[in-house]
């Protein structure tokens, strides 16, 4: 593997990098890897992949940073990435997204991920301690087109604080592969939750669900339901 890092100056720790296969050729993307030391750090590499071009992006905002400025900021390299259409992020954020309503700028940065037809792979907790759970780390991905097959998790394991997150993404979908659907029997929904959830829904732009297939179309509106839910209830 290659690794290609950007690293603090200020402090001996920290930073941000991108390990890449040897075989695999990658350029960086300068024009969108930023480096703020206590604010927030990215890198961003182009590659190609299976005749896709593929960006890669690792971005790190740390707690004490602005968060309204970071979320302006976040907006911005959406605005830039606008044309690629096979876009990877692995992100630290400091946001954690089970207080989504509780947090305008959490929630900012949520509708921000949505409003691109962004998918987020990750839905459980990735920190945990003995008083809290929080979702602050997470996997993005905007490419969800008929062959595409996404499997993520996380690895439990104590190395630090934080739980590794996992993300395969594979082009080309197995014959006869099944997608497994968690069926939940039974919710307690408030009418003031449900009137939320209404809300919330009517905030995503859906169309670029018309564009591919029917699992895979399922799997996005569940994955972005099974977010909203989580928040909200």
């Known amino acids: 593997y290659n690794c290609i890092c950007r690293n603090r100056i200020l402090k001996s720790r920290g930073g941000v990098a991108i390990y890449i296969s040897s075989n695999i050729s990658c350029k960086i993307r300068e ?6 030391e206590r604010e ?16 890669l992006g690792e971005i790190y905002r740390t707690p004490a940073s602005n968060a309204k400025k970071y979320v302006e900021y976040f907006e911005n390299t959406l605005e830039k990435l606008k044309n690629d259409t096979f876009l990877i992020l692995g992100t630290d954020q400091n946001f954690d997204l089970f207080k989504v309503d ?17 998918l987020l792979c990750i839905s ?10 929080t979702l602050i780390d997470n996997i993005y991905t905007n490419n969800i087109q008929q062959d595409t097959v996404i499997r993520s998790g996380l690895l ?5 604080d934080h739980l590794p997150t996992l993300c395969s993404i594979s082009t080309k979908r197995p014959p006869h592969e099944k997608l497994k659907t968690k069926i939940i ?15 919330r829904m009517q905030q995503i732009n859906w ?9 895979h179309a399922w799997q996005s509106f ?3 339901l099974k977010i909203i839910l989580m928040t909200l209830l």
């Not at 024009?31 to 703020?36: A, G």
């Not at 509780?102 to 962004?118: C, D, E, K, R």
């Not at 459980?124 to 759970?133: A, E, S, V, Y």
């Not at 169309?207 to 699992?215: A, F, Q």
């Open 31 to 36: 024009e969108l890897s930023t480096f703020s």
């Open 40 to 55: 927030y750090e990215s890198l961003f590499i182009e590659t190609n992949i299976q005749g896709n071009k593929v960006t």
């Open 102 to 118: 509780n947090h305008p700028q959490t929630s900012s940065l949520l509708n921000i991920f949505l409003a691109s037809s962004f």
């Open 124 to 133: 459980k907790p990735t920190r945990i301690t003995d008083h809290l759970q």
């Open 156 to 160: 439990l394991e104590d190395t630090s």
């Open 185 to 199: 029997e039974r919710r307690n929904i408030k009418p003031q939750s449900l009137r939320l959830i209404n809300e």
């Open 207 to 215: 169309d670029y669900l018309r564009n591919i297939d029917i699992e």
């Open 222 to 224: 569940n994955d972005t």
